[in-house]
């Protein structure tokens, strides 16, 4: 099992490009999540899914979208990116009950310039 | 609403002598928690998580951490350290449906040959 797959690893952008950032799963689980880490900050829910067809934001979603295409991938779009938006992107997933981990992709490192 | 508090942004111990690692949350309710590590431009691994079962938990690793209801901690300790102990670690909290996660800042722990 390759557990969470994120790609690309790197991506460099200019200001009002956009972008989609992959995820998927093959663990068959429920809920998948989109995070952005930021020095001193920890890691900071953009969006989540808590199951198919369900979507709702986190904490910090202004600025982007997502789309939970199947039970296996969960792809985020940053539509006119910015330099605020510079930072590690991590998607994750998990069964659907509270005592169940995450478990993370290996991110994508995103600079906007 | 819940939130998670890691006393320490950064820990320096030197190899063999013990580390303690701090977490305080704050939940109106019975929370699940999680310790995990993220090693340099690597994801993050699960170290251990408390359920509302023992309140001593042991991980991977030789970490073990002691849910403390009374004092709202979650500390994360290990007898020895070793060298390949030096990475970020993440105190994690539940939300109340078990949906969302939230993360402390994060403590840098530094190994000292």
């Known amino acids: 099992n390759a557990g969470v797959t994120q790609t690309p690893k790197f991506q460099v952008l200019k200001t009002g490009q956009s972008m989609t950032l992959q995820c998927a799963q093959d663990?068959?689980?429920?809920?998948m999540y989109w995070y952005r880490q930021d020095p001193g900050m920890g890691l900071r829910l953009i969006y989540y899914?808590?199951?198919?067809?369900?979507?709702d934001k986190g904490e910090v979603p202004n600025g982007y979208n997502v789309s939970r295409l199947n039970k296996r991938e969960f792809s985020l779009r940053l539509e006119s990116a910015a330099p605020s938006q510079t930072s590690v992107y991590f998607c994750a997933s998990r069964m659907v009950y509270s005592t169940y981990e995450q478990y993370f992709g290996p991110g994508t490192r995103l600079t906007v310039t | 609403a819940q939130s998670v508090t890691q006393l320490d942004s950064h820990v320096s111990v030197s190899e063999g002598t013990p580390v303690l690692l701090r977490c305080n949350y704050s939940?109106?309710?019975?929370?699940?928690l999680f310790w995990y590590v993220q090693h340099p431009n690597k994801g993050l691994q699960l170290l251990l998580k408390?359920?509302?079962?023992?309140?001593l938990v042991k991980g991977i690793n030789g970490f073990e951490a002691e849910f403390k209801k009374s004092e709202t901690s979650f500390h994360l300790t290990k007898p020895s350290a070793h060298m390949s102990d030096a990475a970020e670690y993440f105190c994690v909290v539940t939300s109340n449906t078990g949906n969302q996660f939230y993360f402390g800042t994060g403590t840098s722990l530094t190994v000292i040959p």
């Open positions: 899914s808590a199951s198919e067809g369900t979507t």
């Open positions: 939940s109106s309710y019975s929370p699940s």
């Open positions: 663990m068959n689980h429920n809920s």
């Open positions: 408390y359920t509302s079962a023992a309140t």
